[in-house]
């Protein structure tokens, strides 16, 4: 069984920025696509980025720009580089990860953006 082990959310100002990592452990095939994705009281949880392993990326219009994803094949480590947060980048934030069989998800990690 994946294990998407998360870190890095956390309170931060508006405007300020965080980065998440997300490592997935005991993986006995090849991870294909990667990504995040958010959740927000009351909402749905919606697409925020993915990456192949190839190297395409897919952003949430409301992101681009602002976030940037980027894997570590050999360390089957994604990460999401989010720049001038705002108050609606609040949510609980998760990894996802996909091999030809299934698809695995983190436990979540919040990101609260907040003055």
């Known amino acids: 069984q994946v294990q998407l082990v998360e870190s890095g959310g956390g309170l931060v100002q508006p405007g300020g920025s965080l980065k998440l990592s997300c490592q997935a452990f005991?993986?006995?095939?090849?991870?294909?696509?990667m990504g995040w994705y958010r959740q927000a009281p009351g909402k749905e949880r919606e697409l925020v980025a993915t990456?192949?392993?190839?190297?395409?990326?897919n952003y949430a219009d409301s992101v681009k720009g602002r976030f940037t994803i980027s894997r570590d094949n050999a360390m089957n480590t994604v990460y999401l580089q989010m720049n001038s947060l705002k108050p609606e980048d609040t949510a609980v934030y998760y990894c996802?990860?996909?091999?030809?069989?299934?698809?695995?998800w983190g436990q979540g990690t919040q990101v609260t953006v907040s003055s």
């Open positions: 996802q990860a996909r091999t030809i069989l299934s698809t695995y």
């Open positions: 990456l192949t392993r190839d190297g395409d990326t």
């Open positions: 005991r993986s006995p095939i090849r991870l294909n696509t």
